[in-house]
């Protein structure tokens, strides 16, 4: 089971790598290894043959309903990663299914901006007017993906999959501060989406696909659906309480 | 062809906190009523699983769905306005209850000062304090004539509070029920402000405190403290909304007949009265006409005066002449505070959306204004309404907003952080307005409304004082970190700043300084009323819902005794 980038399984590293597609190129490949750590824990998922076809892994959420290769779904995973990443407090976007959970919410009525204005003329307008570009949100992650990737190969040469976290974090930077070209939207407002929605994965109930096994709310000290805190809330001392998720309504 | 309906006493234009109250009050009046509501029936029973952060809180399940109709925007006239795509700024709602359904519950009375604001200004700054870019008014009601109507709304509404206030107008009784909890955080607050010789006091608050009856007969629920208000619905039935006080109340009369899906277009007019609405069902696609001996408004700010705007009823107001008063007056709410990083941990996820204490010495003219360059104030609260992990990352200056530092930090202080935020008022300026949108259009082919708004010097000015008078607070509670509100440049329509948006439809004791009289009936329609926070000539310090509330049982007296009179009412 791969939950972090230092334990990626022989599956996604064949994938990402291209090896699968049989499109190895000179460097590719050495790239991807310089990116992985194939040591430790590693080993025994290469064993094992990869994390999608675990049993764990049947009849759970954890498949792909927007993206459509292992390629653009990494990215986005391991750039969700670089901006929650795992630490001593607890797993990182990956480890809880993040990267599922913004594929859901781009295939449903979040990608498909049912809930917003989208009649035009479309005009670039003030910031203070806000959102006006003529994109949906699933548009806007796609291009943006790409826009990654075109990235990655424009200054190092590599996959966005292949860089290392320094890199990732420079080229998410560039997005950030709006640097990146893109068509009908700026690089800035994508990477104020793919934040927010990274964060919404790790918080949101699991229901959702993310925040597994209510680790989010567990690292963060937050309950959860609770009924009612009428007998705690006066009290001075803090109240560590084990979370529970609408499934158990 | 639309098709034309059997004529009825009173059709009201939505069914939330001012339609469900005017509903009520006809229809226990013995008249026959009609409400059109936009959105769907919605209760207690739907709301069960409402502990949902990210259906409600961010992807606003209870709220106004955008593709079909939206506002459009601009700071100024030399901008083009365009339209608001995605909810942000302030969140409007849609359905049974309205905005009503998932507000927090603080439910203040507006200051006597308010409803005089222009006579007490000029009485003890003199005529120019402001100048002439201002479009401060007295309402044409003084507090003690809309105090009867205060009181009443609070007894439907139960709200649970102190009277510990000492800058409140007069009270003709109690609140309904007690106080809520004082939680540790609110008691630190209570024991800073008196320290720093400031009145604190609960807010007043329609999440109940206890089982309470209102003379209605409809039963509030005690609150839980479960933490999910603002933005949800109560699945105890413990936040006082229309749809479990005033709208039963309606029902059970008999006199009440409540549509849903009935979106209305148009107030249809012959000569200078309304013959009643016409309306689309959404569901069907079809088309009716609702005749009414008295037509009621009773949507939120903007669909009122959109829907005066495109049944061309009144003038419209054009900034370049000054002439015209609906649309005029349009302000929002500005909002000073200061965050505060503890060291010690608190139980900040617990809460309700009223659980707070607040204090009104910088509230108002409660203070004295001759060195300041602005006029009025906001109250400074804290209150403790149920922070969850999507919408709260509180972070000290200068973390990085993403990677390992933000993880840490953000999760470190999500329990050892919180703010004291004041809603400070806004006044009336000539370039602030609602108008009709040139360009874009709603589902079913009317203009959106457009507002041209931007902050003011005075507004930045009354920002800067009272985030100082918040940061004060927050140092004497012993936070480790204070980082006061950044000075406001821009109003900026993408984050969320509150729902109190008002005017655009005033109050006002002359024909040419507002939209209605003081029973909320238009000026120039006598059959014709619209009651909402738009018909404030200005904003307050406060939440809006309280004197709103009241505004709308005034404006339901008004139409039963139009009802039996007829004529202009003033």
């Known amino acids: 089971m791969s939950s972090d980038k230092n334990n990626v399984s022989r599956r996604d590293f064949l994938k990402t790598t291209g090896i699968a597609a049989g499109t190895l190129v000179g460097g590719g490949l050495i790239g991807g290894l310089v990116g992985y750590n194939i040591h430790g824990k590693g080993t025994s998922t290469l064993e094992h043959g990869g994390h999608e076809t675990t049993n764990e892994a049947i009849g759970s959420p954890k498949a792909k309903m927007f993206f459509r290769n292992e390629k653009d779904f990494s990215i986005l995973s391991k750039a969700t990663e670089r901006i929650f990443p795992e630490d001593d407090l607890g797993p990182g976007a990956i480890g809880l299914d993040v990267p599922y959970f913004i594929d859901h919410q781009l295939a449903g009525n979040y990608g498909s901006n049912s809930k917003e204005y989208m009649q035009g003329p479309f005009d670039v307008g003030a910031p203070t007017q806000g959102y006006q570009s003529r994109l949906t949100r699933a548009e806007i992650f796609r291009q943006g993906i790409q826009k990654m990737e075109d990235e990655a190969q424009k200054r190092y040469k590599k996959s966005f999959n292949d860089l290392d976290g320094k890199q990732m974090d420079e080229i998410l930077t560039a997005f950030q501060k709006g640097d990146i070209e893109m068509v009908g939207v700026t690089s800035a407002f994508f990477f104020t989406l793919l934040r927010a929605a990274t964060l919404e994965g790790a918080y949101s109930d699991p229901m959702y696909g993310g925040n597994r096994n209510m680790d989010g709310w567990r690292m963060k000290g937050f309950p959860g659906h609770q009924m009612a805190y009428i007998t705690q809330i006066e009290d001075a001392k803090f109240q560590k309480i084990e979370p529970n998720s609408l499934g158990n309504h | ?570």
């Open chain 2, 1 to 570: 062809m639309a098709k034309t309906l059997p004529s009825v006493d009173v059709v009201t234009v939505g069914v939330g906190w001012t339609g469900g109250i005017v509903a009520a009050e006809c229809a226990k009046a013995g008249l026959k009523v009609v409400g059109l509501e936009r959105g769907q029936k919605r209760g207690t029973e739907d709301y069960l699983n409402v502990h949902d952060e990210y259906r409600y809180a961010i992807r606003y399940d209870l709220m106004q769905n955008l593709s079909k109709e939206t506002v459009s925007f601009r700071n100024d006239r030399n901008m083009k306005a365009l339209p608001m795509r995605q909810l942000g700024s302030f969140l409007l709602g849609e359905g049974l209850g309205g905005s009503g359904t998932h507000w927090n519950g603080m439910t203040y009375r507006f200051l006597p000062y308010d409803f005089q604001i222009k006579t007490l200004t000029d009485k003890r700054y003199g005529p120019n304090k402001l100048g002439p870019d201002y479009l401060i008014q007295d309402w044409g009601l003084t507090y003690d004539q809309l105090e009867p109507y205060m009181d009443k709304f609070e007894k439907t509404a139960g709200i649970s509070g102190d009277d510990k206030n000492k800058f409140s107008g007069k009270r003709s009784n109690p609140y309904p029920t007690p106080p809520m909890k004082k939680t540790p955080m609110l008691a630190q607050f209570e024991k800073a402000a008196t320290n720093l010789k400031l009145t604190p006091y609960m807010v007043p608050s329609a999440n109940v405190s206890e089982v309470y009856k209102n003379p209605d007969g409809e039963t509030i629920n005690a609150c839980q403290y479960c933490g999910f208000c603002e933005r949800f619905g109560c699945e105890y039935g413990a936040k006082s909304s229309a749809e479990i006080t005033v709208v039963p109340t309606a029902l059970k009369t008999g006199n009440f007949d409540l549509r849903f899906n009935s979106n209305v277009v148009e107030i249809l007019k012959q000569g200078n009265k309304a013959t009643g609405v016409r309306y689309i069902d959404t569901v069907s696609g079809e088309e009716f006409i609702q005749p009414a001996n008295a037509v009621v408004l009773t949507s939120y700010v903007f669909n009122n005066a959109k829907l005066l705007m495109v049944s061309d009823i009144g003038e419209r107001y054009d900034p370049t002449t000054g002439k015209g008063t609906l649309g005029r007056n349009y302000c929002y709410q500005i909002l000073p505070g200061a965050a505060g990083f503890f060291e010690e941990q608190y139980n900040t996820f617990m809460g309700a959306g009223s659980l707070g204490m607040c204090i009104d010495d910088y509230n108002g003219d409660n203070f004295d204004h001759s060195d300041l360059d602005f006029i009025h104030g906001g109250n400074i609260a804290l209150t403790q309404t149920g922070a969850r992990p999507i919408g709260s990352n509180p972070t000290p200056p200068d973390t990085p907003t993403w990677g390992p530092e933000f993880k840490k930090q953000s999760i470190y202080y999500y329990t050892r952080s919180f703010g004291i935020g004041a809603q400070g008022a806004s006044m009336p300026h000539k370039e602030n307005y609602i108008s009709l949108d040139p360009t874009y259009k709603d589902a079913y082919g009317l203009p959106l409304t457009q507002l041209t708004y931007n902050f003011t010097d005075q507004d930045r000015a009354l920002h800067k004082y009272i985030s100082a008078r918040a940061a004060e607070i927050m140092k004497e509670m012993g936070a480790k970190t204070i980082v006061p509100n950044a000075e406001i440049t821009d109003y900026n329509i993408v984050p969320y700043q509150t729902t109190h948006n008002t005017g655009g439809t005033v109050m006002s004791l002359t024909p040419e300084q507002g939209v209605v009289n003081n029973y909320l009936q238009h000026w120039d329609v006598d059959n014709l009323f619209a009651v909402s926070a738009g018909n404030f000539a200005h904003n307050s310090g406060y939440n809006p819902t309280g004197t709103l509330g009241a505004l709308a049982y005034r404006c339901a007296e008004g139409v039963i005794k139009y009802s039996q009179s007829g004529g202009s009412l003033v």
